[in-house]
């Protein structure tokens, strides 16, 4: 599973022009699972969010876990995260995993935020969506279960 976290201030999410999910000060989450994974590899990556200490402390450092501020998350699903760009110039997807998969690993992702008290919001799996976020720091992080 590939996830990339970006720190936002605000960011929403739209399918169709309409506001489908939206969260406050906290982290803007892109998902993509990759063939491969399984249960265990989504709740590893939940449990490490969880506990990531990238939110400033009132010294500056990054210090401060996501229920410290008590922040939010909005996930969208995005499985360009499994581009290979390696050769040629089109991307290829071949290491994502099949939609029925994928979308059952992006539900439970969201399922385990929401059971560890993390308000969680979402896009629509395999929609065209319209992201807007104020990225705060800017601070973007790559999770990456094969490394």
Known sequence: MRVLLQRVSSAKV???GKLK???????LIFVCAMKGDDENVVNTLTQKISKLRIFESSEGKMDLTLHDIGG??????QFTLAADIKKGNRPGFSSAANPQDANY???LFIANLKRIKIPTQQGVFGAS???ELLNNGPATFWLDSNS
């Not at 939206?22 to 982290?27: D, E, F, M, R, T």
């Open 14 to 16: 739209y399918v169709d």
């Open 21 to 27: 999910g939206s969260c406050a000060k906290g982290l």
């Open 72 to 77: 939010e998350a909005l996930v969208v699903s």
């Open 105 to 107: 690993f992006y539900e």
């Open 129 to 131: 969506m319209k992201v």
